[in-house]
């Protein structure tokens, strides 16, 4: 080592290249160690993770969940007939046997399950000596013309017709409430946590597969939570497919780009090292993968790959002055270990902000992917110029090297004209037309939630969404039903104010748009009014009389109110779940609350499915704006840490601010809204977007304060870093792309989002930063405080 070389070496540089071997056997120690701790990840995941367990509406729910057992997690089991109707003695065999199956299912909370064949479906009718009633199937079997006549006739006096039993009596649904966690049939004081994996298997196998064999006339629809989550892990299995497709075409572009197999090796193993390492601590945490952390190797995988390129290319300029692969690795190990360090801390702040989100799946995705890119630190920055001080680059990769360093690069050079003063002011005034344009477009377009019907995150013709559309179009209340939980002191609830109240609250809902119908205490209530009254339709209101109403409300079924009378649910059944229809809804009860809530009634959101998914739109709404100011926040303080100039750190956070009102607007335009599962590409694609623009500007600075003007100097950085940033941004763009063709459409939507950002941050490094940089950065100021510090 020279003279120079030993005066400029930092501590971080002696200390890892003095112990070189020290340090590659303890990568591989923890290597070997991390890797058996990856074996041991599975997917995992549970209801309680999906949902803001701190937002109002949830806390309400939960604290009311005993007397909800069937409104929050449940799925429902369409069983239809192709031919002929369910009054068959074909059809209700294996509807029995259906349920019966479904009743021993790990993790069903058999109090609450309900079908034509469980005791709490009834049917009531009245008689001239008063209410008369009884289960729905009330034989053992039924086998004769007589036997099927009496269900039919029960079926129409049950009130579940458009319900539990299809408008075309060519299907009935079992509805089948989840426990989270249930008591392990081998020792009942040891619980055992529902897993929605395993559960979605058994409901293809031992349900949908085996009585569909058994009777091609038989079909069978299921569709709920467990069974969203189920098909979302089942498919996101094919990750491994397109996670080999994305190693093997960035093994590709590598090669291409080094021409030395060597190096392309070398970044790729330590790249999948972070990979290991980062799962392998995962698991150590106490983590699983869940539908949306499996994506998270995918990105650590892509900021690997682009930190290991920059050092290649660092690698192979120094080969071209240096005696030894070891000083070439040295000095570039100096040269870019701190802006990486830099970049890999701005990378982690776009995880790390996404704590804010109160959802069990996003705070795990954050800090896995916080503690990837950790790891990257040691893999990417410290183990790759140690791995390559050894093996060297091939002499056809250096001789390339030599002959860029001297030759004349036409594309370079028409490109460095962005720093040019006439071309510079073209390219602001571009960016910012394109950017107030995008930001009013997605101010007026974004929306908030999910913008499709069924389950969004499959595509449309997915087995789920059909089976979702089978029980939408054949019955009259939908999956997504949205609760108000009515409050009241004990013994309150059919008190005579409070049905009033409810009364209007449903009045109010069935007007508008996007409710189907509602069902309530009242609704009971009325029906046996009425038939007290010989079924007069004059009679079907609410009486004064309070004995009356305590008398109506004895016939409710289960769940209509609690044990204590404190506590009355209205079912709100939506068109879908929507975000402009939950919105709606929402808004409208919670005005009718402001009007109507006392110090004895409150009308409390909400439970059912479509009340988490309003509270995650609103958990999501509020948090949407303060994730990217935090991240904006972090990732400027990085870069005027780093660069000790506010012109140069808004050089660098100007083009993602762009970015970020572009990604917004495609979003608006693709029809994709702000949801739990695009959330996190925003603030992923800045924190990952802002590594170009630190190398590059690290590069520019290094020239200007040579003396060089603006214009040649970005010229020669595009000569020295350019390649590897346009390299980096489509590869890693490419890579991800893959993703477009999943099954799972909510990973597609990643993968384009994800694509688009990465192209438009690469871009917007390379044209916009050197064109502000005309106007704002002084290169006779910085040569100034170079020989200053010379000075001293």
């Not at 790990?106 to 009834?122: C, E, H, I, M």
């Not at 002055?321 to 360090?341: C, H, K, N, V």
């Not at 069924?454 to 949205?482: C, H, K, M, Q, V």
Request: charged letters at 15%; a negative charge.
């Amino acid at each position: 080592m020279s003279q120079n070389d030993q005066e400029e070496a930092t501590f971080m540089e002696r200390l890892v290249f003095n112990h070189r071997l020290t340090v590659v056997v303890l990568f591989a120690l923890v290597t070997l160690f991390l890797g058996y701790q990856a074996t041991k990840v599975r997917p995992d995941t549970s209801f309680e993770k999906m949902i803001p367990l701190e937002h109002p509406y949830i806390v309400n729910m939960i604290e009311h969940q005993d007397d909800l057992a069937s409104l929050g997690n449940s799925i429902r089991i369409a069983v239809s007939i192709k031919e002929g109707d369910i009054f068959s003695s074909e059809y209700m065999e294996t509807l029995k046997r259906i349920n019966d199956e479904v009743f021993f299912l790990p993790g069903v909370n058999r109090a609450g399950l309900r079908s034509l064949w469980t005791p709490n479906v009834r049917w009531t009718e009245v008689t001239e000596y008063g209410f008369d009633g009884g289960p729905v199937a009330s034989r053992p079997s039924y086998e004769t013309a007589d036997d099927l006549n009496e269900l039919r006739i029960n079926v129409l006096k049950s009130g579940e017709i458009g319900r539990l039993v299809a408008n075309n009596f060519k299907s009935s649904i079992i509805e089948v409430p989840l426990q989270e966690s249930y008591p392990n049939p081998e020792n009942q004081s040891e619980l055992i946590r529902l897993d929605y994996g395993q559960f979605s298997d058994m409901l293809e196998e031992k349900i949908r597969n085996e009585f569909q064999a058994e009777n091609p006339n038989i079909q069978i629809h299921i569709v709920g939570f467990a069974k969203k989550v189920g098909d979302l892990i089942d498919g996101l299995m094919a990750v491994m497919l397109f996670f080999a497709v994305a190693v093997f075409i960035t093994f590709c572009l590598l090669y291409w780009f080094t021409w030395c197999i060597r190096s392309t090796l070398s970044v790729l193993i330590t790249t999948l090292i972070a990979v290991v390492w980062q799962l392998g601590l995962i698991h150590l945490i106490g983590f699983g993968l869940d539908p949306y952390s499996m994506l998270v190797p995918f990105l650590i995988f892509a900021i690997g790959i682009s930190h290991g390129v920059q050092k290649i290319n660092g690698i192979a300029l120094q080969s071209s002055g240096a005696d030894s692969a070891l000083m070439a690795a040295r000095r570039t190990f100096r040269q870019l270990f701190l802006p990486g360090m830099i970049a890999i801390l701005a990378d982690a702040v776009g995880f790390i902000a996404l704590l804010i989100l109160d959802i069990g799946v996003i705070h795990e995705l954050a800090i896995g992917a916080s503690v990837g890119v950790a790891v990257i630190v040691f893999t990417n920055l410290i183990m790759l110029p140690v791995a390559i001080s050894y093996m060297g680059i091939s002499k056809r990769a250096v001789e390339r090297s030599k002959r860029d360093a001297v030759r004349e690069h036409p594309f370079w050079r028409a490109l460095s004209n962005v720093a040019h003063p006439r071309l510079a002011p073209v390219m602001v005034i571009l960016a910012l037309l394109a950017g107030v344009g995008s930001f009013l477009y997605q101010k007026a377009n974004l929306q908030i939630g999910d913008l499709d019907p069924g389950a969004p995150e499959l595509r449309a013709d997915s087995r789920y969404n059909l089976d979702n559309d089978f029980i939408i179009s054949n019955y009259s209340t939908s999956s997504d039903i949205l609760v108000v939980m009515v409050e009241t002191p004990p013994e309150m609830c059919s008190a005579y104010d409070t049905m009033e109240a409810i009364d209007q609250l449903e009045w109010r809902m069935n007007n508008l748009p996007g409710v189907q119908s509602t069902v309530s205490l009242v609704t009971v209530a009325k029906q046996v009014i009425m038939g007290n009254n010989e079924g007069n339709l004059k009679w079907q209101g609410l009486s004064r009389n309070q004995d009356n109403l305590n008398t109506a409300i004895s016939r409710a079924p289960e769940g209509m109110f609690n044990s204590s009378c404190s506590l009355a649910p209205v079912l709100i059944y939506l068109n879908d779940h929507k975000a402009e229809t939950l919105e709606r809804a929402t808004d409208e009860v919670k005005a009718f609350a402001e009007e109507y809530d006392t110090d004895t009634l409150k009308f409390k959101l909400a439970a059912g499915n479509a009340g988490i998914e309003a509270a995650t739109n609103e958990i999501i709404a509020s948090s949407e704006l303060t994730i990217l100011v935090l991240v904006y926040i972090w990732v400027g303080a990085m870069c005027l840490f780093t660069f000790r100039s506010v012109p140069a750190t808004i050089c660098i956070v100007l083009p993602l601010i762009l970015t970020s009102v572009l990604g917004n607007a495609l979003m608006a335009f693709l029809g994709i809204g702000m949801k739990v599962a695009t959330l996190p590409v925003i603030a992923l694609g800045v924190g990952i977007g802002v590594d170009y623009g630190i190398y590059i500007y690290s590069r520019l600075e290094s020239f200007l304060k040579v003396g060089m003007p603006l214009q040649e100097a970005y010229y020669q950085t595009l000569r020295s870093t350019g390649k590897a940033v346009l390299f980096t941004g489509l590869c890693l763009a490419i890579g991800v792309a893959t993703w477009i063709f999943s099954a799972i459409k909510f990973q597609a939507d990643m993968g384009l989002m994800l694509t688009f950002m990465f192209i438009v941050n690469m871009f917007g490094a390379m044209l916009l930063l050197p064109a502000l940089a005309r106007f704002l950065i002084n290169p006779e100021k910085i040569r100034n405080k170079k020989a200053s510090f010379l000075q001293h």
